[in-house]
């Protein structure tokens, strides 16, 4: 059974940080490409950032770059998204996604709360 599993949401202070992460299973979690969306209230789903596979290319929306950082072990099978910085418009539902060239999955999400 495909699994991905979300964890790390709460709640923080704008300016603080998180780290979410993402466990997989089910599936050879290694050769697909991982993303982070999240889905902010009343907004579409956006990307957040994907490492890419084969190649390991990390990339980032605009909105986030130098502030969160993705990263997998592909040994433990998990995908994380550190988060530096946060901002209020940072709030939203997190996501991360894996896909290949067949196949898509998500995980149910973790909520991020910035406020004061």
């Known amino acids: 059974q495909v699994q991905l599993v979300e964890s790390g949401g709460g709640a923080v202070q704008p300016g603080g940080s998180l780290r979410l992460s993402c466990a997989a299973s089910g599936f050879t979690f290694s050769t697909y490409t991982v993303s982070w969306y999240r889905q902010a209230p009343g907004k579409e789903r956006e990307l957040v950032a994907t490492?890419?596979?084969?190649?390991?290319?990390?990339n980032y929306a605009d909105s986030v770059k130098g502030r969160f950082t993705i990263s997998r072990d592909n040994a433990n099978n998990t995908l994380y998204l550190q988060m530096n910085s946060l901002k209020f418009e940072d709030t939203a539902v997190y996501y991360c996604?894996?896909?290949?060239?067949?196949?898509?999955?998500w995980g149910q999400g973790t909520r991020v709360t910035v406020s004061s």
């Open positions: 996604s894996a896909r290949s060239l067949s196949r898509y999955y």
């Open positions: 490492i890419t596979t084969p190649g390991g290319r990390r």
